[in-house]
């Protein structure tokens, strides 16, 4: 079966760090991009960044770039986003998602992880 | 980066059709034809409904359709059921490799 599962999510104090995983299965991790998705409460999907198959290049949302860390470990079929210098407004639920040429979007999503910023 | 602009809410009722707008700029919607759409149930994943712009992959109801014009897509669902109340949100690509999303739309139905 196809699936992502992210893990790491929690709570963590403003200024804080994270690191969060996500565990492919059913499907070859190295043929395809990765990204992450977060969804803070009430609102809407918001893209934070991507990676290439062999995570030579990573890419970002502006308001991002800088505080957090997209990578991966193709013999671990794993994806991570380091996050630091976590504010309020990170507060999210985490989505990892794979990205697809066939489509040319994001076609597997995992179940999330929750991440809460508060002291 | 901007979000894409989608209404807030829309309804309609069984057997009705709906349309759901998203609107972009032209360095994104008006530009490349990389838009879809995406269906999240309450406390769930999103998933996939239409993919560059008018496209579904297997398994989505062919109720389900995509169109675009300039700087704005739409989403029309038609025969509505009670099982397509959910939120719907747009998506496109916005160059140099970095997406976009829309503020998502709350479909009722009546």
């Known amino acids: 079966e196809v699936q992502l599962v992210e893990s790491g999510g929690g709570l963590v104090q403003p200024g804080g760090s994270l690191r969060l995983s996500c565990s492919a299965a059913?499907?070859?991790?190295?043929?395809?991009?990765m990204t992450w998705v977060r969804q803070a409460p009430g609102k809407g999907l918001e893209w934070v960044a991507s990676?290439?198959?062999?995570?030579?290049?990573?890419f970002y949302v502006d308001s991002l770039r800088g505080r957090f860390t997209i990578s991966r470990d193709n013999a671990k079929d794993s994806l991570y986003l380091q996050m630091n210098s976590l504010r309020a407004e990170d507060t999210a639920v985490y989505y990892c998602?794979?990205?697809?040429?066939?489509?040319?979007?994001?076609?597997?999503w995992g179940q999330g992880t929750m991440v809460t910023v508060s002291s | 980066q901007s979000a894409l602009t989608q209404p807030p809410s829309a309804s309609g009722s069984p057997a009705q059709s709906v349309t759901i707008s998203c609107t972009g700029t032209?360095?994104?919607?008006?530009?490349?034809?990389?838009v879809s759409w995406y269906q999240q149930y309450p406390g769930k994943a999103p998933k996939l409904l239409i993919y560059?712009?008018?496209k579904r992959p297997s398994g989505v109801p062919d109720r389900f359709s995509g169109s675009k014009s300039g700087n704005t897509a739409s989403l029309t669902v038609s025969g509505l059921q009670a099982e397509d109340e959910a939120d719907y949100y747009c998506?496109?690509?916005?160059?140099?490799?970095?997406?976009?999303f829309g503020g998502g739309t709350k479909l009722t139905v009546l």
């Open positions: 998602a794979r990205w697809t040429a066939d489509y040319k979007a994001f076609d597997i």
């Open positions: 990676v290439k198959q062999d995570g030579s290049q990573s």
């Open positions: 998506s496109s690509y916005a160059g140099d490799s970095t997406w976009v």
């Open positions: 059913g499907f070859t991790f190295s043929d395809h991009r």
């Open positions: 560059e712009v008018s």
């Open positions: 032209s360095s994104d919607v008006g530009y490349y034809n990389y």
